[in-house]
Nanobody
Framework: QVQLVESGGGLVQAGGSLRLSCAASGNIFVINAMGWYRQAPGKQRELVAVIRSGGSTNYADSVKGRFTISRDNAKNTVFLQMNSLKLEDTAVYYC???????????WGQGTQVTVSS
């Protein structure tokens, strides 16, 4: 079994910062990619950031320059540093994991980020 445990969400004022973390465990041989999605009320789930096995990254245009994705390979953990937070960043943030040669995607339980004015 594969488990993703997220932490770091909370309430923050606009302009503030939060750091999310997601630790993966279980039957993992080689990680292909890890990343973050988010879903705001009434909106579809969208990709926020992804980091691939080779270290390359991609970000949604709306978060470029403000968010940074990183990982600790030894601990199978991915982070999302969120700076200059805006009201529009309010959402449930979901960690995801893709394992090499595994056709399934794995998802965390979600962590709430709320940005207030």
């Amino acid at each position: 079994q594969v488990q993703l445990v997220e932490s770091g969400g909370g309430l923050v004022q606009a302009g503030g910062s939060l750091r999310l973390s997601c630790a993966a465990s279980g039957n993992i041989f080689v990680i292909n990619a890890m990343g973050w999605y988010r879903q705001a009320p009434g909106k579809q789930r969208e990709l926020v950031a992804v980091i691939r096995s080779g270290g390359s990254t991609n970000y949604a245009d709306s978060v470029k320059g403000r968010f940074t994705i990183s990982r600790d390979n030894a601990k199978n953990t991915v982070f999302l540093q969120m700076n200059s937070l805006k009201l529009e960043d309010t959402a449930v943030y979901y960690c995801y994991l893709a394992i090499l040669r595994d056709r399934n995607d794995y998802w965390g339980q979600g962590t709430q980020v709320t940005v207030s004015s």
